[in-house]
């Protein structure tokens, strides 16, 4: 990377904007959250599932007896297919509105299977089957990767065929034994429910936290950059001062980057002070204005770097470039000043703002002041030979 820099104007436009304020949505931020990285939540989740489905089939061969063939049509012909194309679609696509929505139906045939398996099983078996559903339903509702509103409906869902399922028993007319499992299920599922939401508020108020953070370092990152800009700024003419040039001149004394070399120019503005007398300093300050924004469009890229040197003087760096480009530079600088034909009247009425340069092409070995100090020889040859003119 060059250690020049554009110009102060094209530097502050590049600056980074600052960050925009950011929404206060609960799921939007969430769902963004919870996606990241992507699918991985759900695949974690859809791979539980499956083996929580799989893994008591040697109890449901123990338990139910008579009715394993029933398991076994429930666990491999509905809830496992719904596993494995979840996870088909977690590892195989990014479509995430199809993937939460596996995981939900996933998550809901096994809590009904299991709570519908339990009405043929025996007791204490029974039971434990439907806690084991309602274990699921809470845990389901608490830690799965989905969306809250999809999160709600499928809870929702869940306790309503759990209560069917167990309040009926599978027959009819309906048993009532087992209505305290339901109300049991009601509460867990209420408090469940709570739980997600405190927790989304929770992550909500983080994520927002952090963005806020992120928008508050942003803005002193711009603060700064415009501050430092500011201060290597000359407030007339709006290209560098004398403070840049200094530090320049420090950069290029320790680095160790490869160029070939780099041109420096000296630039005065001819018979200046009379320019003052006559007309006033407004006037003056105006005229560096001018011959600022002329030198600033003559360069051949925002690589070059302008810096007020005093009162009416000007630098130029021009890195990378030989003696016979800092040539060409410099006489195009001096015919675009002089095309401004800004009047001086302290010359006469006819008389127009000139520009003396002093041209020297620097190697990299050369000491950048001695450079500098061979620029500004160069510069006093250029007045001394008449001004108006381009000295090397």
């Known amino acids: 990377m060059s250690i020049f820099h554009a110009q102060p104007e094209a530097a502050l436009r590049h600056a980074e904007a600052p960050a925009s304020e950011h929404g206060h949505a609960l799921d939007p931020a969430l769902e963004k959250d919870r996606r990241s990285p992507r699918g991985h ?19 449901d061969w123990i338990v139910l007896r008579q009715h394993f063939s029933l398991a076994l049509l429930l666990r491999l012909g509905v809830v496992a297919p719904i596993g494995i194309f979840g996870l088909w679609l977690c590892h195989f696509t990014t479509h995430t509105r199809l993937q939460a929505w596996a995981t939900a139906a996933a998550t809901l045939a096994l809590s009904l299977v299991a709570t519908a398996l339990g009405q043929y099983a025996a007791e204490p078996y029974a039971t434990r089957y439907m806690m084991a559903a309602q274990f699921l339903i809470f845990g389901a509702a608490v830690f799965t990767a989905l969306p809250w ?14 209560a069917l399922i167990v ?10 034994g087992n209505l305290d499992l339901v109300v049991f299920c009601l509460t867990t599922t209420a408090i469940a429910l709570y739980l997600r939401r405190r927790k989304d508020l ?15 370092a942003s803005e002193l990152r711009d603060a700064n950059h415009k501050l430092s800009l500011l201060s290597h700024t000359d407030p007339l003419t709006g290209v560098f001062n004398r403070r840049y040039l200094d530090r320049l001149v420090d950069q290029l004394a320790i680095s160790i980057a490869p160029n070939a070399g780099y041109g420096l120019l000296m630039i005065d503005v001819d018979h200046f002070k009379f320019l003052n007398d006559r007309c ?15 030198i600033q469009r003559s360069l051949r890229s925002s690589d070059d770097a302008v810096i ?18 800092t040539m060409q530079v410099a006489e195009g600088l001096r015919a675009a000043i002089g095309a401004l034909r800004i009047p001086n009247p302290g ?6 703002v000139s520009v003396s340069i002093g041209a020297y092409s620097a190697t990299t070995a050369e000491d950048v002041t001695d450079s500098l100090r061979c620029a500004d020889q160069a510069l006093y040859c250029a007045k001394q030979a008449g001004r108006d003119r381009v000295f090397v």
């Not at 309040?167 to 009532?176: Q, V």
């Not at 929770?202 to 508050?216: F, G, V």
């Open 41 to 59: 939540g759900h695949e974690y989740w859809l791979f539980t599932i499956t083996v929580l489905n799989l893994s008591p089939l040697l109890i």
């Open 149 to 162: 509103r999809l999160t709600k409906l499928m809870t929702l869902i869940a306790v309503a065929g759990f």
């Open 167 to 176: 309040s009926s028993g599978l027959r009819w007319p309906p048993l009532d």
């Open 202 to 216: 929770q992550l909500a108020e983080i994520i927002n936290l952090r963005k806020l953070d992120s928008s508050h």
């Open 280 to 294: 006033g300093h407004l006037h003056g300050d105006q005229c560096l204005r001018l011959i600022a924004t002329a």
């Open 308 to 325: 007020r040197y005093g009162g009416e003087e000007f630098a130029v760096v021009l890195p990378d470039a030989d003696l016979f480009e």
């Open 347 to 352: 010359l006469g009425p006819e008389a127009f």
